[in-house]
């Protein structure tokens, strides 16, 4: 069954809309979770790592007040896409893993900004 | 030099045949082995996992490490069109909490 559930899968929106995507982890307590961006046939691309109860750690070039992320519980986290414009349309996924095992990945949000 | 690297492909194989998908990676810190699939438009899936030097086949699949050599394959036996996919190398270097991906290998099997 599901591991992480990620949620909506679709979005479209007018330019300057925030939109907030959930990631739960199903299975386990997730002190981490990750969130991903990915571009059209390219490669994914990790924007910040998502810990429980404090400051996400964003990877270098992710504007941390464009992206919020709030990790409030040990099966929560949230990505908002703040004042979202047409270039911020991607496929945003959020993966959860514990200790040594592998990630395992929602299903991602298709975001569109008109 | 990348820290995980794949040939992006595509590459093509004939249905029935096997299909192996190879990746390279910098960091001798690396302790854990990942491959994901990726379906167009969705998100990655896993397939395997594979920690120590060797064999690990599972199904049709079989993950091979040689950490000396810093490679790490996968074989698909019998490939399927169904197998026709993005495939994704994933190594946990050292304790990090998040995994290096590469770029992926896109895999059509041919009917």
């Known amino acids: 069954g599901a591991v992480v559930s990620q949620h909506p899968s679709w979005v479209i929106c007018k330019s300057g809309t925030s939109v907030k995507i959930e990631c739960r982890s199903l299975d386990f307590q997730a002190t981490t979770m990750f969130w991903y961006r990915q571009f059209p046939k390219q490669s994914l691309m990790l924007m910040a790592t998502s810990n429980e109860g404090s400051k996400a750690t964003y990877e270098q070039g992710v504007e941390k007040d464009k992206f919020l992320i709030n990790h409030a519980s040990l099966t929560l986290s949230t990505l908002t896409v703040t004042s979202a414009h047409p270039e911020d349309s991607s496929f945003y996924i959020c993966s959860v893993s514990s200790g040594n095992q592998p990630q395992h990945f929602g299903d991602g949000t298709r975001l569109s900004i008109l | 030099q990348k820290e995980v690297e794949q040939n992006s492909g595509p590459l093509s194989v004939p249905e029935g045949a096997i299909a192996s998908l190879n990746c390279t990676y910098s960091d001798r810190g690396s302790q854990s082995f990942f491959w994901y699939r990726q379906y167009s438009g969705k998100s990655p899936e896993l397939i395997m996992s594979i920690y120590s030097n060797g064999d690990k086949e599972d199904g049709r699949f079989t993950a091979q490490l040689n950490k000396a050599s810093q490679y790490v394959s996968l074989l698909i036996r019998d490939s399927q069109p169904s197998d026709s996919a993005t495939y994704l190398c994933?190594?946990?270097?050292?304790?990090?909490?998040?995994?290096?991906f590469g770029s992926g290998t896109q895999l059509t099997v041919l009917p």
């Open positions: 994933a190594v946990r270097i050292g304790s990090a909490r998040q995994l290096t």
